[in-house]
């Protein structure tokens, strides 16, 4: 397990070395980030997990996540 860096140089580092064996976890709530959203399509490229934890209106990174869990309860895992 390990948190991405903030610095961008150094998550480009750790994303580009994720493979299908792999998840990733982000939290975006309100004022979302668009690196987030960039985060997942990268993680989903590679194969990988995205597990997104997120307020009632649902993050961008939320779109096509292997899981959702809202601020407001429930989780929608993914079906394939």
């Known amino acids: 397990m390990c948190i991405l ?3 961008t140089v150094e998550r480009t ?3 580009v070395q994720l493979s299908r064996r792999d998840a990733v976890i982000l ?3 309100r004022r979302y980030k668009d690196d ?4 997942a399509q990268i993680v989903r490229d ?3 997990k995205v597990v997104v934890f997120t307020d009632a209106w649902l993050s ?5 996540p ?3 869990r809202s601020a407001s309860g429930g989780v929608w895992p993914r079906r394939s």
């Open 27 to 29: 939290f975006d709530h």
């Open 13 to 15: 580092a750790h994303l």
């Open 66 to 68: 292997s899981g959702v």
């Open 46 to 48: 590679a194969g990988g």
């Open 36 to 39: 987030k959203a960039a985060i």
């Open 5 to 7: 860096p903030d610095r």
């Open 60 to 64: 961008p990174a939320g779109c096509r």
